[in-house]
């Protein structure tokens, strides 16, 4: 098979993802990537200065020698990563020619600068389990950052400029989109690969996920000093969240009423088919369970003017259900191996089996605190348990639903008894039954150990839900 081209570079800088990059595309059979080849200090990776027979002072003599025999080495496509403070040699040589081709990484300069600040304080320029993250607040210097961009902004207009010219079209991603498997084989289909992969790297975990705030100790003075550039989006709150499925088969319809449930994982779901069975007299067993998406176009097709909707539970409330109903047991198949992670490498307070009468609410305080901490890392891709949908965003959740379908509405579960009744008389119910309370799980409830650092470690996990549904702070029931 001809290759359209003989190799390719990945533009970058410090601090964009690159090295989660190479790493998720070394994963392909046809490609390689051999690190930062031109870096000034080393040979491809650190503490490595030989590479195809090449030294640093023949590098420093031949660079494109280097450059073709990695070529005529690799089986499959070879490629690089080049940033602006690398053999400028190269770029004049690599940025004309259409046989190299050009994948341009970007990331929002002002993350990458406090990032790079934060490795440089604790010395962690890598992460492959958030066990072992180390976190630094950093003070902003306008000096720097001035110099930071007086640097990568003409080298980017160097790039587009030199590709216009040359008539050349490179693969552009983003930092956010570099954990999107299907963006990634998008750009091996561009390099020429005809290999897929169903994820990406998951050696390298993300290692500053929380919002610059959190970050930066002067963080005020530092919006000030940039009052007068572009917007950096400084107030968005980071979305490391891998993409959820639609999960149609969860999705449950009435078989005679037009009501469509699409239930959130943790939220009510029991207390919610119990309604939807009374009516009409169908029973909650006779409810459409685990249609495909072919069943679910006909059921709306067959009750014109249905009525879709879910229910959102409080972050905190939901949280804490998720621990005492998929954690905090032992007798859930499918979480017995995240509940086994936890216990031995998060350290998880909570015994091997199911808790007993010994089991105290300060015991339940802990234990939850410590769970909460490891969904913030969980949900920003720093460890290696899956995002499972009983503890993902429910934002995230819906988003994965709108793949298919929009719940025409999404109630809050303090609004059920009210909100349900008047979406089952708009989609023409008659007899229209009331809403029961949903049960909770668990030894503890949540208000005997709920305080405000329980409030606040929540929202650090679930600000998007906090943003997007216009949750306040919890209250006790």
Not at 25 to 53: K, S, W
Not at 99 to 106: D, E, F, P, Q
Request: glycine letters at 6%.
């Amino acid at each position: 098979m001809t290759r359209p081209f003989d190799a390719f570079v990945l533009f970058a800088e410090m601090r964009t993802g690159s090295n989660y990059l190479e790493d998720s595309l070394n994963a392909f059979p046809d490609i390689t990537c051999y690190g930062e080849v031109y870096n000034p200090t080393f040979l491809g990776h650190h503490n490595r200065f030989e590479l195809f027979g090449y030294d640093m002072e023949r590098r420093e003599k031949d660079p494109l020698g280097l450059l073709n025999r990695m070529i005529e080495a690799t089986d499959g496509i070879a490629g690089f990563r080049l940033f602006h403070d690398h053999d400028d040699r190269v770029v004049e040589a690599v940025l004309p020619n259409p046989r190299i081709a050009k994948v341009i990484l970007t990331r929002n300069p002002l993350e990458s600068y406090v990032s790079r600040k934060i490795a440089s304080e604790t010395g962690q320029w890598r992460l492959t389990d958030m066990k072992n993250a180390k976190t630094a607040k950093i003070r902003f210097d306008a000096g720097e950052f001035d110099d930071l961009l007086d640097a990568l902004i003409p080298f980017q207009d160097r790039l587009r400029h030199g590709l216009q010219v040359s008539g050349q079209t490179a693969f552009h991603i983003r930092y956010e989109d570099i954990n999107d498997p299907e963006i990634l084989n998008g750009l091996a289909r561009y390099l020429g690969s005809a290999a897929e992969v169903e994820k990406t790297s998951q050696k390298l975990k993300k290692q500053n996920p929380s919002d610059l705030r959190d970050k930066v100790e002067n963080y005020d003075e530092m919006v000030a000093e940039l009052q007068n550039l572009d917007r950096f989006g400084l107030d968005r709150a980071p979305d490391y969240e891998p993409p959820r499925q639609a999960g149609v088969p969860g999705f449950v319809a009435h078989p005679d009423a037009g009501l469509l449930f699409m239930p959130i994982k943790g939220a009510p779901e029991t207390a919610v088919l119990d309604w939807m069975g009374k009516i009409g007299g169908v029973g909650r067993d006779n409810l459409l369970r685990k249609m495909s998406q072919k069943d679910l176009r006909a059921w709306m097709k067959a009750h014109p003017g249905y009525r879709s909707f879910t229910v959102l539970r409080h972050p905190v409330l939901r949280a804490h259900v998720v621990f005492n109903r998929f954690i905090l047991p032992n007798d859930r198949p499918i979480y017995a191996d995240p509940r086994k992670i936890l216990r031995q490498h998060y350290n998880l307070p909570i015994p091997n089996q199911a808790p007993d009468d010994s089991w105290t609410a300060e015991h339940q305080k802990e234990a939850f605190a410590v769970f909460l901490g490891f969904l913030k890392g969980n949900l920003a891709g720093q460890t290696s348990i899956r995002v499972d949908n009983a503890w993902a965003s429910q934002t995230g959740l819906l988003q994965g639903m709108s793949t298919v379908a929009l719940p025409q509405a999404t109630v809050h579960e303090d609004d059920m008894a009210t909100m349900l009744p008047m979406l089952a008389r708009a989609a023409g119910v008659q007899d229209v039954p009331d809403v029961g309370a949903e049960a909770l799980p668990g030894p503890v409830a949540l208000d005997a150990i709920y305080d405000g650092k329980i409030e606040k470690a929540v929202i650090e996990v679930y600000r998007r839900d906090y943003l997007n549904f216009g949750f306040p702070r919890w209250n006790r029931r």
